[in-house]
């Protein structure tokens, strides 16, 4: 009888280099595809959820429609299924977020009482969470070392795709993938770079423009980034893919090495969370858990204007309002709005989180978290929290001919160049006045921070 075996897919939705797919397949075994429609998704946005359907489908395509989904809770649905199915085992790709390994964890134990076994292989990430350590065992809390030891560790070269028989629907009862989003309510993000041939049309396309990448990244109306965020997150592409490509390069730049350093920072963020679970939604620096933030009604209607992009600050709004509209937001804009919320707003950065993870098709836990405590001042490189960006001059840098700005806010289209980003809207043009001063909100930011270190010391 041949021997037969469950590849769980989970954020892995591809099949090129793919290690999990690779040893479930090994040695003339049938492979048998499940997808768990997990009921703990539900609470994620339209973005994830959408684009997750997505790519669903096409990886469900590429695999001739054999994907087998089932709904229900992961522990109980896989011990079932590999008995159903008489799998000896089941293959997954490590999971490293606190909730996948508390899932995993629990799965194995039932798998391990029926007598099978679950089977981890790879990982989401060119270097596994946790193998990057300082001299002492220590884990990294400042990129740049963190960074140094990662590329010095190094990763395998990317593998192709394997022969595979599968055994999957519709041999096996399928429930059915997991319901759609009206149409109306898919963010345009969702629609784009979520199979395996479209990414690389994309990265293929998009890659020669990586040399001037260090400069272009920043550009908020120029396609210098590779968009491939969501595609990252969801296994469609692995980085280390990625990485091999600009290893490649024939004459790299300087570009090509922030481009690396940018996985990096997806990578370093992976393991900071592996070492400490509770920083998703806790600072990583608890002398900041002193820092005074408002939370009162007031303040509620400060981020209720945040989160609609009517602060009457251009580029805030733009970019609010593009992250509304596509489900992605170019990563400077994110660095900027994030700022306003906590320094200019002085609301809890958690808020601004959890409305990313809301709307973001790329929402990544680990990368959103400490992303948005880097800007916080809260977490990891001690970004020193006097560092409050001007979201006027800002905006004039990184937008200088006011294109990203009239393209996102409408009422603005007659200003042309830096004045898109100036201020003092009001009946003029039907575009509402700023709802803080920042010079104002700069220094109560910064007499905070104060209070804080003068109390440590």
Not at 46 to 71: E, I, N, P
Not at 338 to 352: E, I, N, R, T, Y
Not at 378 to 395: K, L, S
Request: net charge negative.
């Amino acid at each position: 009888m041949t021997p037969t075996v469950v590849m769980w897919f989970r954020r892995d939705l591809r099949l090129a280099d793919l290690p999990a797919l690779h040893a479930a397949a090994a040695e003339g075994r049938r492979v048998v595809p499940l997808f768990v429609v997990d009921p703990a998704f539900e609470r994620a946005g339209v973005g994830r959820r959408s684009f997750m359907r997505a790519a669903l489908m096409a990886l469900d395509t590429s695999m001739d429609r054999a994907l087998v989904y089932r709904h229900g809770d992961p522990a109980d649905i896989v011990p079932a299924f590999a008995a159903e199915v008489g799998a000896s085992h089941v293959v997954v790709t490590q999971e490293h977020t606190p909730y996948g390994r508390r899932r995993d964890a629990e799965v194995a134990r039932r798998l391990t009482a029926d007598g099978r076994r679950l089977v981890g292989v790879g990982s989401h990430y060119a270097v596994a969470p946790g193998s990057v350590t300082k001299a002492d065992g220590g884990a990294y809390g400042v990129f740049t070392p963190f960074c140094k030891q990662w590329r010095a560790h190094g990763w395998d070269a990317p593998l192709g795709v394997p022969d595979v028989e599968w055994y999957g629907a519709p041999s096996v009862h399928c429930d059915g993938p997991p319901p759609a989003v009206a149409d109306e309510l898919i963010p345009s993000a969702a629609r784009e770079f979520h199979d395996e041939s479209s990414v690389w049309a994309r990265w293929e396309s998009w890659l020669p423009a990586a040399t001037d990448y260090d400069e272009t990244r920043n550009m908020l109306a120029v396609d210098g980034t590779s968009r491939l965020s969501a595609a990252l997150r969801w296994g469609i592409v692995h980085p280390r893919q990625l990485l091999a490509d600009l290893a490649d390069v024939p004459d790299p730049t300087r570009g090509h090495e922030v481009l690396g350093n940018e996985l990096g920072w997806r990578e370093f963020y992976a393991d900071v969370l592996f070492h400490r679970p509770a920083t998703a939604w806790e600072n990583l620096n608890p002398r900041m858990e002193a820092m005074p933030v408002d939370t009162d009604k007031a303040a509620r209607r400060r981020l209720t204007a945040w989160e609609d992009g009517v602060t009457g600050y251009p580029v805030i709004d733009a970019a609010m309002r593009q992250l509304r509209a596509t489900g992605w937001m170019h990563n400077r804009a994110r660095m900027l709005v994030a700022s306003f919320l906590v320094k200019d707003l002085h609301l809890p950065w958690q808020w601004g989180a959890r409305h990313f993870m809301r709307h973001l098709c790329d929402g990544d836990l680990a990368s959103n978290a400490h992303g948005w405590q880097w800007t916080a001042g809260t977490g990891t490189d001690a970004a020193p929290y006097f560092r409050v960006f001007n979201p006027v001059t800002q905006g004039q840098r990184f937008d200088p001919d006011g294109e990203y700005v009239r393209r996102w806010v409408p009422e603005l289209a007659g200003r042309s160049g830096k004045t898109a980003h100036l201020l003092g809207g009001g009946l003029l043009d039907g575009y509402p006045d700023p709802i803080v001063d920042h010079a104002r909100e700069r220094e109560e930011a910064l007499a905070r921070y104060r209070m804080v270190t003068s109390a440590r010391d």
